[in-house]
């Protein structure tokens, strides 16, 4: 059964800061993954969406990684703004998404 | 705007009040989904329908009860529900499940059941 983790729970940082969002998966047999914010209350936006053959997609001040063989993904926005404040979630799989549990980000001012 | 709706937004119900959840997508897409959000949880798939037949259901109790008339509609039709149920449920669509494709979710339903 895949698993997957998302390190750090929570994560609190100045504006301008690079940050890392980190992701693993217990299952290296994946079709994609797919990085989404979620803001409070509301539905999930999808960011970057990387397939299994790729290694990373960019996406303006985000990029995101992907190494299968080692199970892990990592999600990288640079020059961090309040306006990135959410919670950022991890998801693989292909047709049935397994979910992390998410990391909440908050960029202060 | 992601293309897919659902309403309400919001839903406060007894245990014995009987109720439905709707989901719109305007994607042209084939597979919908719905998924539990609770807190401090990973979101968890409860059931999957493709070209309106349904493909899974992840071993959701039967007071939950899907149904996709087509392929633009879903609904969550609820009864009897526990108060562990309370949740934000959200709704998604693909073009195909079969496919290395994105899901694209609607906003949700917050749930409260008292």
């Known amino acids: 059964k895949q698993e997957v983790t998302q390190i750090p729970a929570a994560l609190s940082v100045p504006e301008g800061e690079n940050l890392v969002l980190n992701c693993s998966f217990t299952?290296?047999?994946?079709?994609?993954l797919q990085w989404f914010r979620q803001d409070p209350g509301k539905g999930l936006t999808s960011l970057l969406l990387i397939q299994s053959s790729q290694r990373e997609q960019t996406s303006g001040r985000l990029n995101a990684s992907l190494d299968k063989s080692s199970g892990r993904s990592t999600l990288y926005i640079a020059a961090s703004q309040p306006g990135d404040s959410a919670t950022y979630l991890c998801a693989v799989g292909g047709s049935r998404l397994t979910f992390g549990e998410g990391t909440q980000l908050t960029v202060n001012p | 705007e992601t293309g897919v709706t659902q309403t309400p937004r919001h839903l406060v119900m007894g245990m014995t009040n009987k109720k439905s959840l709707k989901c719109e997508q305007h994607l042209g897409h084939n597979a919908m989904y719905w998924y539990k959000q609770s807190a401090k949880k990973p979101l968890e798939l409860m059931f999957v329908?493709?070209?309106?037949?349904?493909?899974e259901n992840n071993s959701v109790p039967s007071r939950f009860s899907p149904e996709c008339p087509n392929s633009s509609h879903l609904f969550l039709h609820l009864h009897t529900l526990q108060p562990e149920d309370s949740a934000l449920y959200l709704c998604?669509?693909?073009?195909?499940?079969?496919?290395?494709?994105?899901?694209?979710f609607g906003p949700g339903t917050r749930l409260t059941v008292l």
């Open positions: 329908y493709n070209f309106k037949e349904q493909t």
């Open positions: 299952d290296s047999a994946i079709y994609n």
């Open positions: 998604a669509s693909s073009q195909d499940f079969r496919d290395v494709i994105a899901q694209y």
